[in-house]
């Protein structure tokens, strides 16, 4: 793939040099930005409105808070500090199937439980980061945390590819039982869907992305964008297919504004910040349309 993204850059690059694009195109991390972006946005755009039909709005948050434990336990066992995704991954996913599998033993709430794994995550990892912050920068968590997407390489780009194509492979044939199951778990059973299933796939889908969206975006940043796009999109759908589309549409766009605007103008804002404020100013905008024009009052999925 990095053959590909070459020739993308320097097609990129060479039309900025001849004016057809705005001088930030010269630049090879903004075209790194904006090729992430045509790939987060739709993939949280989509997965954001079973997120919001579920009311799981914090999971994405807990799962990156839980890729601090990844990082340190990736540390200690002699993974490299820069891209720690084996044990990223490894350890998020374990903790999501964990969450998931409690609440079908235990009955208790979504929130609850994810306060509770949260914490006990939280608390581990940062025992584990008081043996390893002699061999880190802190940079690294603050990376996580709040991600970069200015400074993605080609192991990021791979690695948020390769989890694309595994969402779309196993989302497009599952999407419309996952979507019954959110709005209806009862009729979804009832039509020969195996809810259980279902809701292991999307938990694990949900994790592994917001693992491969943390250096880009960080964990702060996916949940907002996972859930912001989605909102505003339901704000106006009369449909579920409109809910899908619309929400992925901001999300997107919401990503590639995020990543110019702040360059074009001259401000003086972090990208991901930027992303997350785009996304938001079209929220305020959908609840003032749904609020005051008639048209949209009764729209609702």
């Known amino acids: 793939m990095n053959a590909i993204y070459e020739a993308i850059r320097v097609a990129l690059q060479g039309m900025a040099a001849s004016g057809s694009l705005p001088q930030a195109f010269t630049y090879q991390f903004v075209i790194n930005a904006l090729l992430c972006t045509f790939l987060i946005g739709p993939l949280l755009g989509a997965l954001g409105t079973m997120i919001v039909v579920k009311r799981m709005a914090f999971f994405s948050q807990?799962?990156?808070?839980?890729a601090l434990t990844g990082v340190a336990i990736g540390i200690l066992l002699g993974e490299s500090y820069t891209s720690p995704y084996v044990s990223m991954f490894s350890f998020c996913i374990l903790f999501g199937i964990a969450l998931k599998y409690t609440q079908y033993r235990t009955?208790?709430?979504?929130?609850?439980l994810i306060g509770v794994f949260l914490s006990i995550s939280l608390a581990f990892g940062a025992s584990l980061l008081l043996y390893v912050s002699a061999k880190i920068n802190t940079h690294v968590m603050e990376s996580v945390l709040f991600g970069s997407i200015l400074a993605v390489d080609y192991t990021d780009m791979n690695i948020?590819?390769?989890?694309?194509?595994?969402s779309a492979v196993?989302?497009?044939?599952l999407y419309n039982q996952m979507l019954l199951s959110s709005l209806n778990?009862?009729?979804a059973h009832a039509r020969g869907a195996r809810v259980r299933l279902l809701e292991y796939i999307f938990v694990i889908l949900v994790t592994i992305v917001t693992v491969a969206c943390l250096k880009i975006i960080g964990a702060v940043l996916v949940e907002a964008l996972l859930l912001i796009p989605a909102a505003a999109a339901r704000n106006l759908s009369r449909t579920l297919g409109g809910f899908v589309a619309g929400s992925m549409i901001i999300a997107t766009l919401s990503c590639i504004l995020g990543v110019l605007l702040p360059m074009q103008l001259g401000l003086p804002v972090p990208t991901g910040g930027a992303i997350v404020l785009v996304a938001a100013l079209v929220f305020v905008v959908t609840t003032i349309m749904r609020t005051t024009?008639?048209?949209?009052?009764?729209?609702?999925v």
């Open 160 to 166: 948020l590819l390769v989890v694309t194509l595994i």
């Open 107 to 112: 009955n208790l709430s979504n929130d609850s």
């Open 62 to 66: 807990a799962v990156g808070n839980a």
């Open 170 to 173: 196993v989302v497009l044939p």
């Open 185 to 187: 778990p009862s009729l």
């Open 293 to 300: 024009m008639s048209r949209f009052r009764a729209t609702g």
